[in-house]
Nanobody, 122 residues
Framework: QVQLVESGGGLVQAEESLTLSCSVS???????YGWFRQAPGREREFVAA????????YYSDSVKGRFTISRDDAVSTVYLQMNSLKLEDTAVYYC????????????????WGRGTAVTVSA
């Protein structure tokens, strides 16, 4: 079973940057990875996703141009570089995995991490 562990969350000020990491336990190369987030009182929403070979990448409109998803197969880690953070980016961020093909639907992802909290202050 694939295990995912997120790290890198914290408290930052608006317009600052933060990089989240998702360390994966097994069969890293066979999976696509997605980042999702859930703000207090809101439903979980899609943020970014990357296919097994990195050729296909998706972003939500709210983060496009500010966030960058990437993967490093050598260290079995997926990253989410977040720039120009806004107050509305405050949420718990989750990493998720599914075989091969990236999608934007959380229901497609089989494995989930426990999340890392990001708080953006004014």
């Amino acid at each position: 079973q694939v295990q995912l562990v997120e790290s890198g969350g914290g408290l930052v000020q608006a317009e600052e940057s933060l990089t989240l990491s998702c360390s994966v336990s097994d069969a890293f190369r066979a999976y696509a990875y997605g980042w999702f987030r859930q703000a207090p009182g809101r439903e979980r929403e899609f943020v970014a996703a990357i296919s097994w070979n990195g050729d296909t990448i998706y972003y939500s409109d709210s983060v496009k141009g500010r966030f960058t998803i990437s993967r490093d197969d050598a260290v079995s880690t997926v990253y989410l570089q977040m720039n120009s953070l806004k107050l509305e980016d405050t949420a718990v961020y989750y990493c998720a995995a599914k075989p091969w093909i990236a999608t934007t639907r959380d229901g497609d992802y089989q494995y989930w991490g426990r999340g890392t909290a990001v708080t953006v202050s004014a």
